[in-house]
T-cell receptor, first 113, second 111 residues
């Protein structure tokens, strides 16, 4: 079963606008990660935020984590055509005794020229 | 440092056949995980290997198996292929501190 659930499922915005994607999860976590996947390719690790962190930045990416609401958001500022991809959140559940992380079904982001 | 290498990139097989996919992790990474990605089910965890031992297994039938060698390279095997096994198979290796690094995947089509 999916641990993370992204919202929205799909998002289309104009180039230059900001894109916000949300992720909700079910159990307590050690950390939450965001990945990008270009069409049919492998996943690229974007950012990892630990359960004791509330916000993290990496370039044009800003990730927030609210453990009380079991949710995270990924903000991409000043979007570019190259940001068109699917974005997944993945959680490393605190009950895990192994290296399994569980992915949501992703948000498909399309940047319009 | 080379990334995670998966071979082959594309594969077409016939129902009933078997297939072996290969994954070479980043040098020094001992953990290798396999995922199946389909449009309907998303990314589903198959199994994870560490130091040649399977540490965890997802909810897939016994037709799906894997192994890891002493150099950390991993293979997964699917026997008696079914049409529903058509998917992108992704392998990932992990360092102790960072997130997963994924390969580009093997696109398997079963006809």
């Amino acid at each position: 079963s999916q641990q993370g659930e992204e919202d929205p499922q799909a998002l289309s915005i104009q180039e230059g606008e900001n894109a916000t994607m949300n992720c909700s999860y079910k159990t307590s976590i050690n950390n939450l990660q965001w990945y990008r996947q270009n069409s049919g390719r492998g996943l690229v690790h974007l950012i990892l935020i630990r359960s004791n962190e509330r916000e993290k930045h990496s370039g044009r990416l800003r990730v927030t984590l609210d453990t009380s609401k079991k949710s995270s958001s990924l903000l991409i500022t000043a979007s570019r055509a190259a940001d068109t991809a699917s974005y997944f959140c993945a959680t490393d559940a605190i009950m895990n005794r192994d290296d399994k992380i569980i992915f949501g079904k992703g948000t498909r982001l399309h940047i319009l020229p | 440092k080379a990334g995670v290498t998966q071979t082959p990139r594309y594969l077409i097989k016939t129902r009933g056949q078997q297939v072996t996919l290969s994954c070479s992790p980043i040098s020094g990474h001992r953990s290798v995980s396999w995922y199946q990605q389909t449009p309907g089910q998303g990314l589903q965890f198959l199994f994870e290997y560490f130091s040649e031992t399977q540490r965890n297994k997802g909810n897939f039938p016994g037709r799906f198996s894997g192994r890891q060698f002493s150099n950390s390279r991993s293979e997964m095997n699917v026997s008696t292929l079914e049409l529903g096994d058509s998917a992108l198979y992704l392998c990932a290796s992990r360092s102790p501190r960072n997130g997963y690094t994924f390969g580009s995947g093997t696109r398997l089509t079963v006809v």
